[in-house]
């Protein structure tokens, strides 16, 4: 149990870190899932609405991993990986 005021509020400011950093990684998570369920669907069909539709997935995804730089739940160095990633991925795709 925590002691002293300056330890209370430690606490608090955890929880709330870990609540911001939890939701960054699940959503890129999620979006990653979609950008490649999205991506198989589009090497199959070769359509141009399903090139725009994997398009905003990736855009999303990458304006998420940024924030989340820029909040310091992604290392940089870890960010700019996973973005290179999903770039590789769509390349190959097209």
């Known amino acids: 149990m925590a002691n002293t005021k300056s330890s209370k509020k430690r606490i608090?400011?955890?929880?709330?870190?870990?609540?911001?950093n939890r939701f960054y990684k699940s959503s890129v998570r999620?979006?990653?899932?979609?950008?490649?369920?999205d991506l198989e669907t589009y090497k199959s069909s070769q359509s141009t609405a399903d090139k725009e539709k994997v398009q905003i997935v990736?855009?999303?995804?990458?304006?998420?991993?940024?924030?989340?730089?820029?909040k310091n739940v992604y290392h940089k160095n870890t960010a700019?990986?996973?973005?290179?990633?999903?770039?590789?991925?769509?390349?190959?795709?097209?």
């Open 12 to 20: 608090l400011v955890n929880k709330r870190n870990n609540l911001q």
């Open 30 to 37: 999620t979006l990653t899932k979609k950008f490649l369920k």
């Open 58 to 70: 990736l855009n999303s995804i990458y304006s998420l991993i940024d924030k989340g730089s820029k």
């Open 80 to 94: 700019a990986r996973k973005k290179a990633k999903l770039a590789a991925l769509l390349k190959t795709a097209i």
